[in-house]
C-alpha cells in the first residue's frame, strides 16, 4: 500500500463537535464511551480534497454556489467509469443530504395515507421518513438463511398488490445487513415495481463500498424502464466522510418526477448547495481520490477480517459477512440475554456505543450494528472490551 494513506493513526476527534464522539453526555450515554454507532469514519479524509478545501479558504469569498461544468464532468466519469452507468447533468439535483433527499421524495411522490414499502432490517431513517410525513408504512422484511440475506420475492409482491403501494425505499448496498444486490435480484424488484406502478427510491449511498468479488448495480442502469420510475441518491459523503459538508447527489432522469422532487425542495425552502460540499466533491470523484478510496478499501478489508476473527473464536455469536459497507452486523441471538440485557451489558460493561438493532424495524432485535471505519487499532480495543464484557 502507498505509505502516504495512513489510516491507523488514531486522531482525537472529541471537542470537534462530532455526532459521534461529543454527543453522549447528551444523548444519555456514559462518559467516555467508545462511539462506533453512526456511520461516519474516524480517518481523515483524501489530500486531494483537504487542498481543494484550503484552496477555497484561502480564495474566502464564500458565497451562494451552484455546480458548474467541471463538477458535472468528474460526476459523469465517476459513475460512468465505475458502474457503467451513463448520466446527463440535467438529471442532477442537489440536497443536503440523503436523508432529506428521502424525505422530499416521499413528500414530492406520495400523498398522506398513502403506502410505501421498505426492507428491515433497514436504516432507521427509512421508516422515520414515511411516518413523520404521515404515510403509511409497509415492511418487507429480509430473510436469514445460512448465514445470508435473502429477499422474500412473494412478500415483496403480495404487500405491494395488497397495500397498494405507491413508493418503495430501496437501500442499495444494503446498511446494515451488507449485502450487495446482484442484478438479477435488483431486476425482480424493478420487474415488481414495474408491474404495479411504484416509484423507486433507490439509497445507494454506501456504493463505493464493496469488497472483492462482488459489484455494485446501479438500480436505475438497468434498463430505460426501470430508470424512468426511479430517484438514485448518492453522495461522497460515506466514501470519503465528508457527511458534515452536506452534499449529495440525487439523479432523476425522469422528467415528470424530476420536477416534482425540485418543488419540493423549493416548498423546504431550500435552493443553493453548500460550497465547501462541491468543492470536495469535485476533488473527491478524481484520479487522486479513487485511489486513496481504493487503499480505504483495503484497509477496511483488513478491519473485517479482525471482526470475522473475532467472531469464530465466539461461538454465541454470529458475523454476518458483508459484501460492502463498512458496518458489521452481528448477531447475537446466541447469547441467550432480552435485548435489553445485552444492550446494557454493551453499553456499561464494554462501554461501547453500538446501534442496537432493534432500531432498524422487524429483524433487528438480537443483532448490533458495529461501525468498524476507525484505526484497526481501536477496532481492536473495542472487540477485546465486548468480549471481556460477557
Ligand atoms: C443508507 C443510508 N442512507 C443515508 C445515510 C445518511 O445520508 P445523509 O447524511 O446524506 O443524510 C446513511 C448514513 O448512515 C445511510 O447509511
Redesign the pocket.
Known amino acids: 500500500m502507498d505509505m502516504s494513506f495512513d489510516f491507523d493513526s488514531v486522531t482525537e476527534r472529541r471537542g470537534t463537535m462530532s455526532l459521534k464522539y461529543d454527543s453522549a453526555p447528551r444523548r444519555g450515554k456514559p462518559a467516555g464511551i467508545l462511539p462506533l454507532w ?3 469514519m474516524d480517518f481523515s479524509t483524501a489530500d486531494c480534497i483537504k487542498a481543494a478545501l484550503a484552496q477555497v479558504s484561502r480564495f474566502g469569498v464564500l458565497g451562494y454556489s451552484e455546480p458548474d461544468e467541471a463538477f458535472h464532468a468528474v460526476l459523469r466519469a465517476w459513475f460512468a467509469r465505475r458502474y457503467g452507468y451513463s448520466l446527463q447533468a440535467e438529471w442532477l439535483v442537489q ?8 424525505y422530499t421524495a416521499v413528500r414530492a411522490l406520495t400523498e398522506a395515507g398513502d403506502a410505501v414499502l421498505i426492507q428491515s432490517p ?2 432507521y ?2 421508516a422515520a421518513a414515511v411516518r413523520d410525513t404521515g404515510r403509511r408504512l409497509v415492511t418487507n422484511e429480509l430473510v436469514l438463511s445460512d448465514g445470508r440475506y435473502h429477499i422474500d420475492f412473494d412478500d415483496l409482491s403480495a404487500k405491494i398488490q395488497r397495500e397498494k403501494v405507491k413508493l418503495l425505499i430501496l ?1 442499495s448496498p ?3 445487513v451488507g449485502r450487495v444486490w446482484r442484478r438479477d435480484e435488483l431486476e425482480g424488484i424493478a420487474e415488481i415495481c414495474l408491474r404495479h406502478g411504484v416509484v423507486v427510491v433507490a ?1 445507494e ?2 456504493q463505493d463500498f464493496i469488497f472483492p468479488g462482488c459489484a455494485h448495480t446501479v438500480f436505475a442502469a438497468l434498463g430505460a424502464e426501470t430508470q424512468n420510475i426511479t430517484i438514485t ?1 448518492t ?1 461522497p ?2 466514501s470519503f466522510n465528508l ?1 458534515g459538508l ?3 447527489n440525487i439523479i432523476i432522469a425522469n422528467k415528470a418526477l424530476r420536477r416534482a422532487f425540485r418543488a419540493e425542495i423549493g416548498r423546504g425552502g431550500y435552493s443553493q448547495p453548500s460550497l465547501m460540499g462541491l468543492v470536495a466533491c469535485r476533488a473527491a470523484y478524481s484520479a487522486e481520490g479513487a485511489a486513496w478510496l481504493e487503499a480505504l478499501l483495503a484497509y477496511l478489508g483488513g478491519n473485517m477480517a479482525l471482526v470475522r476473527a473475532w467472531a469464530a473464536e465466539w461461538p454465541e455469536i454470529r458475523f454476518i459477512e458483508p459484501e460492502g ?1 463498512y ?1 458489521a452486523w452481528i448477531d447475537c441471538r446466541g447469547l441467550g440475554l432480552s435485548p435489553d440485557a445485552l444492550a446494557e451489558t454493551i453499553e456499561q460493561k464494554a462501554g461501547l456505543w453500538l446501534d442496537d438493532g432493534r432500531i432498524f424495524g422487524p429483524g433487528g432485535e438480537g443483532f448490533q450494528r458495529l461501525n468498524t471505519a476507525c484505526p484497526r487499532s481501536v477496532l481492536a480495543g473495542a472487540l477485546e472490551r465486548w468480549r471481556g464484557a460477557f
Open positions: 453512526v456511520a461516519d440536497t443536503p443530504g440523503v436523508v432529506s433527499a428521502l433497514v436504516y431513517p427509512f437501500c444494503h446498511n446494515p439509497d449511498i454506501h441518491c453522495s459523503s460515506k457527511a452536506q452534499l449529495s459497507t458496518l
